[in-house]
């Protein structure tokens, strides 16, 4: 068996007749494969062609599939605990940061003239009006924007959270947005009309957490 004409199956349909070598050659080109039905006049039926001894040769066998798992590039991520920060670590920032937001102020009220020539606005007459003084008014603003703007940046930290190597996140450890740290700024002032029992909090919570951290859904922790 084996000369003459042969016949097989592609695309669910015979075709043929082609000689043995013509056949292997369509083996060999892939354009048939080991499961591919193939017959001859001396075949009783149709048979796969890897049965066929002829055939084997040319049959071009399947890439082996490896048993062991494809070693696919597993990025490294950081694996290290967090240590949360403390309320002493906390309260050495917090003064860098309030001398940094005064010099500012000064430097801004000696620019602006406001020391010296700029009267306190009354926004109300009577024994119960109110006295904005321009100074005050300018380091509340400088300490919301100096504090919102530099823990909701790249580096997550004040100047004096940089200097002690603290930063401010979410509680999934990530950078926290501008609107965030403004919760956080504004809410430290409830950690503040409690006689400072907010702020004590950072030292006794198990995430070191003081009072507005926790309106904020904010975390400090070590860089």
Do not use: C
């Not at 070598?21 to 075949?43: I, M, T």
């Not at 919102?148 to 959270?161: C, P, V």
């Not at 002690?164 to 450890?173: A, P, Q, S, W, Y």
């Amino acid at each position: 068996m084996g000369q003459g004409e042969w016949f097989y199956i592609s695309n669910n349909a015979p075709a043929g007749p082609v000689s043995l070598d013509e056949l292997a050659g369509l083996f060999a080109s892939r354009q048939l494969n080991p499961s591919s039905l193939v017959w001859h006049a001396d075949l009783p039926d149709w048979v796969t062609a890897v049965l066929v001894p002829e055939l084997r040769h040319a049959i071009v066998p399947p890439p082996v599939v490896s048993a062991e798992p494809i070693p696919y590039f597993t990025p490294q991520i950081d694996q290290r605990p967090i240590r949360f920060a403390g309320f002493w670590i906390r309260l050495v920032a917090y003064v860098i940061d309030s001398i940094v937001v005064e010099i500012a102020v000064a430097i801004m009220g000696e620019v602006m003239g406001i020391a010296t020539s700029v009267q306190p606005i009354t926004l109300q007459t009577g024994p119960s009006a109110i006295h904005l003084h321009p100074e005050g008014v300018i380091g509340f603003l400088m300490g919301w924007l100096y504090f919102s703007l530099m823990e909701s940046s790249s580096r997550q930290a004040t100047l004096g959270k940089l200097a002690v190597g603290i930063k401010v996140t979410d509680l999934h450890g990530q950078r926290i947005s501008f609107g965030r740290a403004t919760g956080r700024y504004f809410a430290k002032f409830l950690s503040q009309i409690i006689f400072a029992i907010g702020y004590i909090m950072a030292g006794l919570t198990q995430r070191k957490q003081a009072l507005h951290d926790f309106v904020a859904s904010t975390l400090v922790s070590y860089r």
